[in-house]
């Protein structure tokens, strides 16, 4: 375990990284460029996102002439160009539960499997770290494009290394979906994906010996 890496990627990232985002409560479709619809979600700056594409949990399914469709959480919505945004209300419905309980390793470390974008990742939750950090071969096992995203400088065991940047559209842990989480890709081999506090911010921790339960905050 890289343990250098994520102190000097932590000490860097808690000073300069952005506060983390809240849960998308409104879509709207702000124009349409061919088959890209622009997308914003919960007041953000309009998406380009092509049908089979994700933002921030929304998916477009099909753009017409004048409206999308896109799939929240396995419900589809119609947007029309011009009409106001659509309430995605609150995302306690995407998942059967609001809790995760993990249990402890040999080691005392909380490790498990989950999903990133659909893909299924093993997990160690760090609560040192201030986002999720995943190496750049399991970013690339998963199919996440990260090459073209910003990169940032980071400290790591072996010295100063380039990172990239990237919102991941969802993770899924135990029966909770997170979405629009930020993460960094790091170049060092890592065995596990760190779940930082990008991820574990959303929810309220309690540990009890050799348990942990993550709730849900709404």
């Known amino acids: 375990m890289s343990k250098g890496w994520i102190i000097g990627c932590c000490a860097w990232l808690c000073g300069c990284w952005l506060a983390t985002p809240s849960l998308a409560q409104t879509v709207a479709l702000s124009g349409l460029m061919g ?10 700056s309009p998406k380009g996102v092509a049908p089979g594409e994700s933002h921030l949990g929304v998916k477009l399914v099909s753009v017409g ?6 799939d929240i959480a396995g419900k589809r919505q119609t947007l029309r160009l011009g009409e106001a945004p659509v309430s995605l209300g609150s995302r306690s419905g995407e998942a059967a539960d609001s809790r995760i309980v993990l249990t402890a390793s040999g080691g005392g470390h909380f490790v498990a499997s989950g999903q990133i974008n659909g893909q299924t990742a093993r997990m160690l939750i760090d609560t040192g770290a201030s986002v999720v950090v995943i190496s750049a071969a399991t970013a690339t096992q998963l199919g996440l494009n990260f090459r073209n995203e910003p990169q940032l400088r980071v400290g790591t065991a072996n010295g100063s290394v380039l990172a990239w940047q990237l919102r991941l559209d969802s993770i899924r842990l135990g029966g909770v979906t997170v979405f629009g989480v930020d993460s960094v890709i790091s170049p060092e081999p890592m065995p596990y994906v760190l779940l930082g ?11 009890e010996n050799d348990q942990l339960t993550l709730s849900r905050r709404f």
């Open 65 to 70: 002439e004048g409206h999308a469709v896109v």
């Open 35 to 44: 088959q890209r619809a622009l997308l914003v979600v919960d007041g953000t």
């Open 197 to 207: 506090n990008s991820f574990l911010g959303r929810f309220q921790m309690t540990r």
